[in-house]
Nanobody, 124 residues
Framework: QVQLVESGGGAVQAGGSLRLSCAAS????????MGWFRQAPGKEREFVAG????????DYEDSVKGRFTISRDNAKKMVYLQMNSLKPDDTAVYYC?????????????????WGQGTHVTVSV
């Protein structure tokens, strides 16, 4: 079993930055593809960014490309999401997820473990 705990959410004004962190425990973290997802009120959970097990391959949803950066530290069992130039549309609960496969994926059904989420609110 893998446990994931997100942190770093909060309230920020448009144009600001936040860095989300996800701490993993259990399992062999360096083997898992990792993803960040978000869910806004009344909407489905959507893919934001993904990173391969070794960190060499990343993927981003179009609306966050150039603004968000996903990274990981396998020695610390951590994955991060640096969010810059935040917009009100980025307001959501952000979730970290892990899958038993080296590559990340864009579908929620491809992931085996989820964190509890961290809230991000971006005001105008």
């Amino acid at each position: 079993q893998v446990q994931l705990v997100e942190s770093g959410g909060g309230a920020v004004q448009a144009g600001g930055s936040l860095r989300l962190s996800c701490a993993a425990s259990g399992g062999t973290f360096s083997l898992y593809g990792m993803g960040w997802f978000r869910q806004a009120p009344g909407k489905e959970r959507e893919f934001v960014a993904g990173i391969s097990s070794g960190g060499g391959i990343t993927d981003y949803e179009d609306s966050v490309k150039g603004r968000f950066t996903i990274s990981r530290d396998n020695a610390k069992k951590m994955v991060y999401l640096q969010m810059n130039s935040l917009k009100p549309d980025d307001t959501a609960v952000y979730y970290c997820a892990a899958r038993y496969y080296s590559r990340a994926a864009r579908s929620t059904s491809e992931y085996d473990f989820w964190g509890q989420g961290t809230h991000v609110t971006v005001s105008v």
